[in-house]
């Protein structure tokens, strides 16, 4: 069996108490020594990797993103990251003129903040393409912005009642302006053609290549539908090069029931296929987000008298459809922005720990973006893994432009309360959200550890509480990823009997700077023992 050692740089154990080693030896696609141990095994045989003063880590592990949704839309208008509405616009243009055969024009990931309270006007579109329908979605993903065509062929206008959790954003006169609310896209989505299964499949490969690259070895897609799962094994299933992947199935209010049979089967399938792609996990969502007013508050939103935002489901229901998914074993995941949806999340995993009984069940609360003091504690109490986006916290456009303005300054000390979760005792994971921010985990853990952004800005850090140190930061995107997984005892540190799963990074993370975090690159992945990037 193939042996290879690496030393001669800084390796990180991400073990609980963050220790250092010299050396790591692995054979197949397990640890086998550390330190002395693994510099005493190398002979004539020995493959060994000089790390030239660079550092490896596990790979890294994403507690909630989207490849199989995100790969397609890497085939749409090219719109992601945009914050600028002319530059937008003359990319949308130009896409409709380059794919004259695609019926609609779709475009995942522009900016809301560059948009007057982050909402577009159908006419903005339209003057750019006229004669067929044009559906983009901010990053967020809970804002669609529609033109003139698009909300024809969804039968969407004066008359259009708003859906159950969601909103047809109105002008003065009653008439839809193109903005989409949470659930209301859905009239969209009923109208618009699904997305062919082999562009799903390629969509899905190119993705999970993109994630590779970035040192993310295993990912968690948190919303999928039973028919998803095919995709996921066709692609992940198949070729151990690539991540592995869980998929979590997104339970809706007005279905769950129905739903329940096929989530399921979907379990059973992905069971059979073999140890790559797992499907044990449902996927509720709370509410939405607070840039567009969606993300449900218990005390309402500063910039609209009234407005306490859109929760998804009534707190009965919830707490009924979580409590019927965890009897059927599956774990819990539950996206949460606002305090209210926080606080009800957290009353439904209460509410199914007592009436099912004790297990390891570890449910998540994805997000966690504004929590109510009180409320703080309640993750520990209940085991409730807080998985956090750390890139989001940070003073970035969205942030000081839409979220707080509409939350004010007393609720904006609230958010992404990192370091009080840690401190708490609560289990922390960290995750990416791709495609609705980058996927690159050193720019997470840079903020994670700097509350800045790559200027500097501000000095000190927003919140700066709520900093934690850099082998804490790195913890929380490996073996903290790992344990969100069920899979601690298989993966996500480096230690001996644990699956070689390596990233080599191009720096000395001892030797930099906090904010050079944000450009360190990924050099050489390895996932079960074998070089599969760089």
């Known amino acids: 069996m193939k042996r290879t050692v690496f030393s001669g740089g800084t390796i990180i154990t991400s073990d609980p108490a963050g220790r250092r080693t010299s050396a790591i030896a692995i054979e197949g696609d397990r640890i086998v020594a550390l330190g002395d141990d693994a510099l005493a095994l190398i002979d004539g045989s020995t493959e060994t990797v000089d790390l030239a003063g660079n550092t490896l880590v596990p790979g890294f592990r994403d507690g909630h993103c989207h490849p199989l949704l995100g790969g397609a839309h890497l085939a749409e208008a090219p719109i992601w990251g945009i914050a600028n509405i002319d530059e937008l616009l003359a ?6 003129e380059e794919h004259p055969d695609r019926e609609w024009i779709r475009g995942f990931g522009y900016l809301p903040a560059m948009l007057p309270r982050g909402r577009g006007e159908a006419d903005v579109l339209d003057a750019v393409v006229g004669d067929r329908p044009v559906w983009l979605t901010a990053n967020d993903g809970h ?5 003139s065509v698009a909300l024809a062929r969804a039968g969407i206008d004066a008359s259009t009642p708003d859906p159950p959790h969601g909103e047809v954003v109105r002008r003065a006169d009653g008439s839809p302006s193109g903005a989409l609310l949470e659930s209301a896209q859905e009239l969209l989505r009923a109208a618009a053609p699904p997305i062919p299964h082999d562009d799903m499949v390629t969509g899905t490969r190119k993705a999970l ?5 970035n040192g993310i070895t295993w990912g968690l897609d948190a919303m999928a539908t039973p028919e998803d799962v095919e995709v996921a094994i066709d692609v992940a299933g ?3 090069s690539l991540p592995r992947v869980a998929v979590a199935l997104v339970a809706r209010p007005d279905e769950w029931r129905e739903q329940r049979t096929a ?3 979907a379990r059973e399938r992905a069971r059979a296929a073999g140890p790559r792609v797992k499907v044990e996990t449902i996927k509720f969502f709370a509410d939405g987000v607070i840039e567009s007013g969606t993300a449900a508050l218990i005390d309402e939103y500063t910039d609209q008298a009234g407005n306490r935002g859109i929760p998804n489901w009534t707190p009965v229901g919830l707490t009924e459809a979580v409590t019927a998914f965890d009897k059927d074993g599956f774990q819990i995941h539950i996206h949460a922005i606002g305090d209210a949806g926080i606080h009800d999340a957290l009353n439904a995993i209460e509410t199914a720990r007592r009436r099912n009984g004790g297990r390891d069940r570890r449910p998540t609360i994805a997000h966690t973006q504004l929590v109510q003091p009180e409320d703080l504690p309640r993750f520990a109490a209940l085991g409730v893994i807080a998985n956090f986006e750390p890139l989001w916290a940070h003073l970035e456009p969205t942030m ?7 939350l004010g300054d007393e609720r904006s000390r609230w958010q992404y309360p990192i370091g009080s979760m840690v401190r708490s ?3 922390v994971s960290f995750g990416s959200d791709w495609p609705v921010t980058s996927l690159n985990p050193m720019e997470g853990i840079a903020v994670a550890v700097t509350r800045q952004t790559p200027r500097g800005e501000p000095p000190g850090g927003w919140l700066p509480d709520e900093r934690i140190d850099l082998d804490t930061a790195i913890h929380l995107y490996t073996s903290a990823g790992a344990y969100q997984s069920f899979e601690e005892r298989e993966v996500g540190m480096l230690a001996v009997g644990l699956r070689a799963d390596l990233v080599l990074l191009g720096a000395d993370l001892d030797q930099i700077t906090p904010l050079d975090l944000w450009s360190v690159p990924v050099e050489r992945v390895w996932i079960d023992g074998a070089l599969v990037s760089g």
Not at 143 to 147: L, M
Not at 209 to 213: A, C, N, P, V
Not at 400 to 406: A, D, N
Request: hydrophobic letters at 40%.
């Open 91 to 96: 990319i949308v243009r130009r896409y409709a």
């Open 143 to 147: 804002t669609g912005w529609a033109n």
């Open 209 to 213: 290549e993109l994630f590779r690259s």
């Open 238 to 240: 198949s070729d151990p």
């Open 263 to 265: 989530f399921l089967e």
């Open 400 to 406: 000081v432009e839409l979220t707080i303005p509409r």
């Open 425 to 427: 005792g609560a289990k």
